[in-house]
Structure formats: C-alpha cells, structure tokens
C-alpha cells in the first residue's frame, strides 16, 4: 500500500515519536510510506528508514497568514464564533491538496486536531481518498481544550474520517458517539532494552518528559521534592519551553540537591537513565496515553501517575501501577514515600511493570494497524 503520514511537524516529541515508529515499521513489511511536515519546516529530529519519503510538499506559513489568522481569532473571540482552520492554514492546506492529488496515496493518516478539522476540505476535493484520523490524546482534551476555539471544524473532522483512532478504550467509547468507525490502538513501545531491567537500589526517582510546566505537572515536583525521605532524589530527563521556569521553582524552593535537571536524553543515555532508576512518576495533569510510562515499565520500574486516561489504562485501573486522584499531590506524596520505604513493595510493582509491558510489543501493535489501513482502503 502506498500511505501517507501528515504531522503539524517532526521535532521532538512522544506524537512525533510514535509516528516515525509506526512509518518505519510499516515500510520495513513492505508498503511504501510518505512523511509530510505541515509546518513545512520538513526537520525529522528521530531517524526515518531510508527508503522513507520526505517530499517538501508545504510551504512554510507565511507572516501574512499568521496576522490574518491571528485577526480572525480576535475577531472570532469577540462574536463568540468558532475559528475556520481552513482559513488560518489556507496555503498549507492547498499545498497538502496539490501533492495528495499529485501522488494518489491509498491512504492518508492524519495527526492533530488541526489536521483532523482539514479532513472535510480535503475530503471536498479529493472525495475517494481513505482518511484516518489519529487522535493522540483524551477525548476531553481534544473537545474542551485543544480544539475548543475550532470545534465546529473539529467535530466536522471526526465525523467525516473513514476511520478514527484513539489510544485507549475510555476514548474509543467517546469518540464512538462522533463516529462510529472507532478504533483504540496502543502506542507501540519505543525502546528496547535488552531484557536489563533496574535492580531498584539507587535512590533516585525518575522523570522523563517535555518540560511544560501546566500539562506535565512540573509545579507539582516541588511538593514532592520537599517530601522525600532520606537521600531519596527526582531525577528529570527531557526539554521544552519551561525549563527556564521549572529551574526557578527549584531554586526558589532550596531543591538543588533533591530535584536534578539532566537534559534531553536519547539512545544509550537514556537506557542507562532508566535503569539508574528505582521508581517513575508521571505528574500530568491530561495524558492521552504516556510512552514514557510504558518506556519505564520495560526497564522493570514500579510506577506511580496522576489518574489520567493514558496512564489509567496502561496500568489497568491501578493493577500494575499506582494511580493516584488527580491534583491529589498528599496521596501521591504518601504512596511514593511508601515505595520508597518498602523495598518489596518495589519489587512487587516491578513484576507488574513487566508483565503489561508485554502488551505493548511492536509486532503486535503494528498488526492491528496494518489490518485496519487495509480494511479501510477496502472499504471493509
């Protein structure tokens, strides 16, 4: 089959991740696979197979259309109306129609909500091509936050795919009343680790993720630096835009010694991060799914996360994780505390990690979704 991937952009991130994974998967069984960057920045930060294509099919957004785009929203916020993602994405979106009709792809997969309020515009145009329109995060999120200002265009998205897919069966159920053709995949696991787990015997608490302060709860690793017993300490991995602001807080609150940035780690620096680890935390406040979750768990670390969708259901409602109440940052600071103190607790929540982990093998992620694409290029 000849598919094709289109992404606001392939910088880092989990979206970006999962995407290139799933590409290169699909291209080594033998179908040929297209990657579009939206933002026409066409930067791929995590390695594509060689025989991936990479056509520059989008300009970049030209200043014009930013300030028209960011006058409509005014003029939008003001009447009370819901934004046209068309308009405020015109040239992109025409370029993206020129090269679809140019290519005759079988499929077309489709990230974001952005991309998923274009589908009826493309759909408009190019009525037989088979749309999937990929949904990375919660159902309320999408709905409520993301996509609340363009929900008219959203909604009109979801309705018109020839197949959604969310990452977790809570969403799949929202999503279903939308469309009925609705499917959950999990996330792939997206690293491999040899079959070395961690021995649980450093005092470190690990974190990974993209440094934003409001999604990621990095506000919420003060209360729990300042609650650690013993030489107990939160080791973070990863980047982004409120690095500036976490590392504030941190000498603000006297945490220097308990709460240590290690940048953004890739490859043999990150396997060895995780096996230094003797527990993992996830303080999102929203998480569709979580990778790092599943990330962790293959290197063998008990896990303690806030009660979001994502990492509800990879930890089977608190089966092989802890899930603590959302915003509930005493229980968490309890449960981890109690990990920390109980060794066997550690080790109990390590057996649990690995057994779900196996759920989220490659191979049997990559099945499903060559067998959805080719039901839907059938029309089956």
Same mark, same amino acid.
């Given at each position: 089959m000849n598919i094709c991937i289109v992404n606001l952009?392939?910088?880092?991130?989990?979206?970006?991740?999962?995407?290139?994974e799933l590409a290169n998967a699909l291209q080594e069984r033998g179908h040929k696979l297209s990657l579009i960057d939206f933002s026409g920045e066409n930067i791929f930060y995590y390695k594509t197979n060689e025989y991936i294509e990479k056509p520059k099919a989008v300009k970049r957004r030209s200043v014009s259309r930013k300030v028209i785009g960011r006058l409509l929203k005014l003029?939008?916020?003001?009447?009370?109306?819901?934004?046209?993602?068309?308009?405020m994405f015109k040239e992109q979106t025409n370029d993206l129609i020129d090269h679809l009709k140019e290519k005759n792809y079988d499929?077309?997969?489709? @990230?974001?909500?952005? #991309?998923?309020? =274009? &589908? *009826?515009?493309?759909?408009?145009?190019?009525?037989?091509?088979?749309?999937?329109a990929w949904q990375h995060n919660e159902f309320d999120i999408y709905v409520n936050h993301y996509n609340k200002n363009h929900i008219t265009d959203y909604i009109g998205g979801v309705k018109q795919a020839d197949l959604l897919v969310c990452l977790t069966k809570a969403d799949q159920l929202r999503f279903s009343k939308l469309n009925k053709k609705c499917s959950f995949i999990y996330n792939t696991l997206t690293i491999e680790n040899n079959n070395e787990i961690s021995k649980l015997t450093n005092n470190q608490i690990i974190f990974v993720g993209r440094l934003n302060? @409001?999604?990621?709860? #990095?506000?919420? =690793? &003060? *209360?729990?630096?300042k609650s650690l017993k013993n030489d107990w300490t939160i080791l973070i991995a990863g980047d982004g835009p409120d690095k500036s602001k976490l590392l504030e807080l941190i000498k603000k609150n006297e945490l220097e010694d308990k709460i240590i940035l290690k940048g953004p780690l890739t490859g043999e620096k990150l396997f060895d991060f995780y096996l230094s680890g003797s527990i993992f935390i996830?303080?999102?406040?929203?998480?569709?799914?979580?990778?790092?979750?599943?990330?962790?768990?293959?290197?063998?670390?008990?896990?303690?996360?806030?009660?979001?969708?994502?990492?509800?259901?990879?930890?089977? @409602?608190?089966?092989?994780g802890i899930l603590i109440e959302k915003n509930?940052?005493?229980?968490?600071?309890?449960?981890?505390?109690?990990?920390?103190?109980?060794?066997?607790?550690?080790?109990?929540?390590?057996?649990?990690?690995?057994?779900?982990?196996?759920?989220?093998?490659?191979?049997?992620?990559?099945?499903?979704?060559?067998s959805k694409i080719k039901n839907v290029v059938s029309n089956k």
């Open positions: 952009g392939f910088k880092m991130g989990g979206v970006e991740r999962v995407t290139i003029i939008n916020r003001i009447g009370n109306k819901s934004d046209n993602v068309f308009t499929v077309l997969i489709v @990230n974001s909500g952005i #991309l998923t309020s =274009l &589908i *009826p515009q493309i759909k408009n145009e190019i009525p037989d091509l088979k749309i999937i302060l @409001n999604q990621k709860g #990095l506000d919420y =690793l &003060i *209360p729990l630096g996830s303080t999102s406040r929203w998480e569709g799914f979580g990778l790092v979750l599943t990330e962790a768990m293959a290197f063998g670390l008990p896990v303690v996360s806030f009660d979001n969708s994502g990492p509800k259901e990879i930890l089977e @409602n608190g089966e092989s509930n940052i005493m229980e968490f600071s309890l449960r981890l505390n109690e990990l920390i103190e109980e060794p066997l607790k550690r080790e109990y929540y390590q057996q649990k990690s690995l057994e779900r982990v196996m759920d989220f093998n490659k191979e049997v992620i990559v099945d499903k979704w060559e």
